[in-house]
């Protein structure tokens, strides 16, 4: 008889607590698998809403324009560097600002001015995508704009009504105009929804009088396969060397690192779950091994070697593990899958969650991966493993006579 | 004169109780011949049993020394012991003591897997054993679907299917009903004469002390007298 037939039947044999170490192992590993994919869909979640909805994979500007976004502080040859970037495979979108306050009956609030290429924009973000009331922008359309929802709230406006805008021209002068607004926009970056007016590029260079330039550029990598960092330096070789380029990771970098890190947090609460679960299997492993002392001690009699009794020991832990295992495998993976198209909707536990000013959607998805049911797999055998050596080694070094006359 | 089979010299078991030291085998020297049919007697407590898991290796001894087929057992590792208890010597127990989960073929064929015999021949000699000792037509039975009697045929079978040097059985009667102790005794004094197995008993059983050909009583760890019959 081979080691794992013999293993199977004493699993079999103390069937109530096999099933009940089995299922402790396979609801630990489900609900892993859950937490790991959640994990994993909060990570391309946010990356995308950071890449998609707000900064694309790389921007590039004159240096210290972050930190002050002085109107004049301009990439003059913009169009040229535009028509560069394309050249090497890359989408890239030009973008201007300017600052001022937005009125409304008698509301008014400090307003940011977006203007948007909007030719190029779709390449680089989807923020065309992102209107929640409304329409977005149109070129033809020469005083509609799109406002962030918190704006609009703040000005207490809706579709249609009037917006008069106070700001400064490139050349010194006053700048006023009225607009309406066309679109609102859902939550995609506080700045945005607190503060954004979004309008054409050329509307808002007659606006504040400037005729060349951009302030910002976007740049998305078409070969998303490509490294970031690949990507950067391919950019850097193509433009001067006076401007400052960043991709994303280095534009947020609170939020690079949480994500970075997100991995590790997945492996450490796994870690704790499964030290509960190692607990059960080392209790349940040490009542079969205990009260089999007697018959341990029969086979050492009869010949068998005590690497042979780890073996058995450890198959009847692999054997509650592969159950364990293929049951929390499936189960996490169903529950994944529902959570992937239906998500958990968190907009009743906060209206707009934000973590570092990036606006989060608030129906958190699952992302099922071979990666996120995987390692919560392997983790249950390592752990199986590390939890069976006491009692493997324990049964395996007793004395035969003492083990025969055990009882 | 007959081939040893078993030689103790000098041998002595202390076992440490605490602060008292219970000395179980006191300086005993014997020798037990190829077909012995031989019983240690003496009451519970006389050491019968100790010199029974010196013989068998499933004990180490203080002092003296065992060889068995000429091989000393005290100079040998855990790992050494597994192999000489595996290839030559046979155990039949008090309480059967089968592996629960297997049928009385896979509990006889069980060492012979061990040995790594090749699965026809495994199946060849357990067949062939299970007939000697009358349990034809019982091999697909579980231990706990069979009497006490047939376990112990069972575990007499266990014993004897590797063709061992010496079969070491501890009170292979005690729980069994006088009836199926006279028939276990029948059947491996048929094995003893027929196929010449040497067995060694420890028992306080009359039964078989009248059937043993060579009576050793032990007494307070020692051997008190060494009784050969006709």
Sequence with gaps: MNIITLAARNVYRNGHRSVVTAAAMAFACAMMIVFASLIEGFVKGSEQNIVAMNSGDIQIHRPGYRDDPDIYSLMIDSADLCNRIRQAGFATSERIFAFGLLASGQSS?????????LDFEPTVTLLNRQVMLGDWLDKTDHHGVVIGKKLARLLDVSLGDELVFVGQTADGYMANDTFYVRGIMRTVSSAIDNAGVLMSKSMLRELIALPEGAHELVVMRTDSMMN????????????????????????????????????????IMMLFTYIAVASVVLNAMLMSVFERIHEFGIMKAIGVRPWQIVRLVYAETFIMTIVASVIGALLGSGITWYL???????SSLAEGISFSGIALDPVWYASLSSESVLT?????????????????????V???????HHH | MKQAIVELHNLSKIYQQGEVQVKAVDNVSLTIAKGDFAALCGPSGSGKTSILNLIGGL????SGQVWLEGIDLESMGNTQLAEVRKNRIGFVFQSYNLIPVMTAFENAAFVLDLQGIAKQEIQQRVMQTLAQVGLTGLEHRRPDEMS????????????????????LADEPTANVDSHTAESLLDLMQTLNQQQGITFLFSTHD????????????????QVVSDEIRP
């Design chain 1, 109 to 117: 609030s400090g307003v940011q001015l977006r203007g948007l290429d």
């Design chain 1, 228 to 267: 970031l960092e690949l990507a950067s330096q391919k950019i850097k070789a193509l433009i001067r060397s006076d401007l400052e380029i960043l991709n994303w990771r280095q534009l947020m970098p609170i939020i690079s690192r949480f994500i970075e890190t997100a991995h590790v947090q997945t492996l």
């Design chain 1, 340 to 346: 992937q198209n239906h998500g958990i909707d968190m």
């Design chain 1, 376 to 396: 919560p797999v392997i983790f249950l055998f390592v752990i199986a493993a590390i939890a069976v050596i006491y009692p493997a080694i324990k049964v395996a």
């Design chain 1, 398 to 404: 007793i004395h035969p006579v003492d083990a025969v």
């Design chain 2, 59 to 62: 004990d180490t001894a203080t």
């Design chain 2, 148 to 167: 006490g009697g047939q376990q112990q045929r069972v575990a007499i079978a266990r014993a004897i299917v590797t063709e061992p040097a010496i079969v």
């Design chain 2, 206 to 221: 009359q039964h078989v002390i009248d059937r043993a050909r060579r009576i050793i009583q032990v007494q307070d760890g």
